[in-house]
């Protein structure tokens, strides 16, 4: 599956950005979907996933109760919606795929999407 992430951009500190991915083929709802970021100085890390309905979802301790993964299996489409963002919260961020469950490590991603920049301003 190929993976098109947009909707990165600058953002003012508080303010909220959505994140979409778009999968291609038929297969998109077999895989479980996520979100990881890279920030200035450190290396890519897990952020948010779903699994292949939905129904179950996965955060990292640092954006609970401000980022929400959903899916749209009808749209071929994950969503990462960020809100309350910090400048902390700057960087790439890449949607990912699994086949076998909610991509919460990086090392079972099957698919990486290109990357979308996020930029938040103090």
């Known amino acids: 599956v190929q993976l098109q992430a947009s909707g990165g951009g600058l953002v003012q500190a508080g303010g909220s950005l959505r994140l979409s991915c778009v999968g291609s083929?038929?297969?998109?709802?077999?895989?479980?979907m996520g979100w990881f970021r890279q920030v200035p100085g450190k290396e890519r890390e897990f952020v948010a996933a779903?699994?292949?309905?939905?129904?179950?979802?996965y955060y990292a301790d640092f954006v609970k109760g401000r980022f929400t993964v959903s899916r749209d299996n009808t749209r071929n489409t994950v969503y990462l919606q960020m809100n309350s963002l910090k400048p902390e919260d700057t960087g790439i961020y890449y949607c990912?795929?699994?086949?076998?469950?909610?991509?919460?490590?990086?090392?079972?991603?099957?698919?990486w999407g290109q990357g979308t920049l996020v930029t938040v301003s103090s």
């Open positions: 083929g038929r297969t998109f709802s077999t895989f479980g």
């Open positions: 779903t699994a292949r309905s939905g129904g179950l979802k």
């Open positions: 990912a795929a699994d086949r076998s469950q909610p991509p919460t490590n990086q090392l079972g991603v099957d698919y």
